[in-house]
């Protein structure tokens, strides 16, 4: 089964997500709150996707960081990350990071969505 880290997601927002991962990609999903708690998930675990927000809801740190640390290194640089935000322009701050595009909160349970997860995910 395909494994996904949603990171920096509040609760309903990681609820929402991990239905539309388990439904219509039939893969787990797991959380992760900050960098340290990324970092750790990725070490200690093997995903095939990793979902970043924006702004961490916990602390509000930034997920372009996190995007950029993972993508720094080597171990996971292959493993695609995309970042949830509505603005275009931070959509592609992380691609430039190494990012593939990602998706807005407000389209998350969109049929576009389940497509874009699928493909990263099959």
Same mark, same amino acid.
């Given at each position: 089964m395909?494994?996904?880290? +949603?990171?920096?997601?509040?609760?309903?927002?990681?609820?929402? /997500?991990? +239905? !539309? !991962?388990?439904?219509?990609c039939d893969a787990k999903v797991d959380s992760a709150d900050n960098l340290a708690q990324?970092? !750790?998930?990725?070490?200690?675990?093997?995903y095939d996707l990793v979902l970043v927000?924006? /702004?961490?809801?916990? +602390?509000?740190?930034s997920g372009l960081e996190i995007i950029n640390t993972i993508k720094q290194d080597d171990?996971?640089?292959?493993?695609p990350v995309m970042l949830i935000t509505n603005y275009?322009?931070?959509q592609q701050k992380a691609i430039a990071a190494g990012a593939v595009?990602?998706?807005?909160?407000?389209?998350? +349970?969109?049929?576009?969505?389940?497509r874009l997860l699928k493909s990263h995910l099959t």
């Open positions: 395909k494994r996904v880290l +949603d990171v920096g997601n509040c609760s309903a927002d990681h609820a929402t /997500i991990r +239905d !539309v !991962v388990e439904t219509h990324t970092m !750790v998930k990725l070490t200690t675990e093997t927000n924006r /702004i961490m809801d916990r +602390d509000g740190s171990r996971f640089r292959e493993v275009d322009e931070y595009r990602g998706f807005g909160k407000s389209s998350v +349970d969109s049929n576009e969505t389940a």
